[in-house]
């Protein structure tokens, strides 16, 4: 049955890999320019953890190349929901809309057994085409990774195996979509928002929380954060003195009030003030405490993610298993 | 003859379809009900009956694309739908779907592939017969030809039962007689049970010999041709002018069990019967029926059913 | 070799057609004794009809001997195969009898139709309990 499942997927297979293909060559400029940039910083010691003045200019010069690139990468989550619409929802839907289930079910292979088959000729394809996504964009964001880290959004999304767990989850949502709605454009419709549904509050609520995040107290005003480049920030906060409270914005503002009104108003002026507010601040006890993500925990993150989309897969695939056993006709 | 002796002594012969209390229903309407038939080895079946009698639900329930609601439905043994039945069983539906994008050769090869056993040989023969162009996407082929193409996929499977609705609805009356030819051919050859629906009666006797007639989503007659022939009649009688009163039912004579068609006049009154036994009464004659008639006949009388149990001399065919 | 046809509407069983037309074609002498007829599907593909029709007519050729069926080989007209139910075997005597009758009926003013139709009548009539015509 292998000719058969190529034979009626050869084409999607051919755009997916048309798609990586074209974004490698569109890509290829833009990141071999970059990894030029990227060069020179390292070169001048301005990657890291205290950035020097000196490379204020060297950093202009990467963040003008990479801005669009950093604009539009994060477009690009969207090429699993478009896998798994454009290979996940037809494959049991347009055999319904089109009737030719009673052909491809009357023959000499049962439903589940043709289902199976079909679902491991697809999900190779998704998953090649996956794999191959990831090189590229691998490849492509290494640089920006090297200057931003690459627990960041965009260095998450695009390496390892989350892309690839993405794919196939969105993969599964359209053979359950299919199967469940048995017409080719509302599956599609339904993957794609069943995609989104899912996708925005795991990357956005739940992935920051995958492990509890890591603290450092003390740091004082003055200074950065002390994370590497690698850790993933979740946040800054202002923290009363003695050392353990952390202090909501409208209780911050108060306090910010209160250095203002104790600070000699006339020696102040809007270019040292940011200066003296935190010499005020570190004098009377006030510290910031970082919430991060160590750097170290990068790929038990990835292995999480990954693994969350796995089972929610399953649990789609497992459901369209018995939607199309049933048969209703 | 020694062989009946011999299927005797070993029960029934198996029968290539055998349902007991089968039944469908779709959300709250059933399509099929209470449908308990043994269709015997190696006949051709025609399954009889106007649009919505049940006649496709059948079908798609012995094929396994449908399932019972109540009731079993086997194939040569073997639960319809499981891989023992598929194995054993073509099938090509009311509106014979091909895959639009695909071509004729490509629908072979999926054939070959798909089915264990599919005559390749034979399928690209009779295609070229046929003059049906193999590179062609079947999308782009006229109605005729894309039946054409899926009863060869049907046929070409060598299954022990094979399962056709309407084969014939969308040919021209040329075309119709050459595919039952085919068909025929093809059963002689492999010695396999054809069933196939039709709400068209003409030219039954020709190719079916066996008869099942549907109506209203139930089984009304089933039974061998040759049983359905020697057990009914076409009685011609007395008038109403002979009998006096014009009466109701009228004069019926001693040995028939059920009338289902009555054509009273004054000279004479024609009646298609079906028979307990023989006719003596002197003023009625007694003449064959066709299957066409008995066909008809049961569908103008949606009340009547008739359900004999098969001889067992008939399965081996020593004597008609 | 004998090439079958059928007359769908003539009232008598398909088989039984196919059976008289090998005894017609022995009687003429255009099939012999040890000829080949075609396999049961050779007849199907020609006339395309049942082919346990063709299979019953074949058996009952055999029964009435006009044809031999050698297995794996086909079936071949039997040799001697007595052209047992033509009007040769019928005695002289109930032809001339019947001969006479046509001429009583014409003179009495029935039509060729009238003589058959009263015939047909009392033949059936006869040979009522034996089942139906």
Known sequence: MTWLVWRQHRLEALAAVTVVAVLAIVAAPTALHLYQVTALLRHDGCLGGSPDVNCGTAMDAFNATSRTLQGIVPLLNILPALAGAFIGAPLVAREYEDGTWRLAWSQGVT???????????????????????TAVLTWWLSPV???????????????????????????????????????VIPAMAVTLAGYAAIRYPVEFLLRPRYLPPAKTWGLPFAQGTGLATNDWELGLDPVAPGGRTVLTGAQFDQVQHTAQASMNRAATSPATYPAQLDHWLTAHGYTQVATYQPAGRFWAFQGIEAGICLLLALAAIAVAYRLVSRRPF | MTATADQAAAGQSAAAVESSGLGKRY?????????????PEGRVVALIGPNGAGKTTFLSLVMGLAEATEGTVLVDGHPAGGPGALARVAFMGQDHPLYKRFT???HLRMGYELNAGFDLPWARARLADLDIPLRRPAGRLSGGQQAQVALTLALAKRARVILLDEPVASLDPIARREVMTVLMTRVAETGATVVFSSHVVAELERVCDYLVVMSRTQVQLAGATDDLIAAHARLIGPGRAATGAAGGDGDVPAGVAAVLERSASDAQTVLLARLSGPVADPRWEARPVTVEDIALGYMAAPGERYQPSPRLSVVSGSQS | MIAFYLEPDSGVPAYLQLVRQVEHAIRLGRLRAGDQLPSVRDVVAMIGINPNTVAKAYREMESRHLVDTRQGRGTFVADLAPAAAGPAAIPAALARDLAEWIARARAAGLARDDAAAVFDQELRAAYRNEGIA
Do not use: E, H, K, M
């Not at chain 1, 439903?111 to 996504?133: D, F, I, K, P």
């Not at chain 2, 959300?27 to 269709?39: H, K, Y």
């Open chain 2, 27 to 39: 959300g709250r309407t059933w399509a099929l009900r209470d449908c308990t038939l043994s269709l």
């Open chain 1, 111 to 133: 439903r589940l057994a043709w289902l199976r088959r079909q679902l491991l000729g697809t999900l190779a394809v998704t998953g090649l085409s996956a794999a191959l996504l």
């Open chain 1, 145 to 183: 990774n090297d200057v931003n880290g690459r627990f960041t959004n965009n260095g998450f999304d695009f390496t390892g195996v989350v892309p690839a767990g993405w794919a196939l989850l969105a993969f599964a949502i359209g053979v359950l979509a299919g199967t469940a709605l048995r017409r």
């Open chain 2, 104 to 106: 004729v050769a490509d």
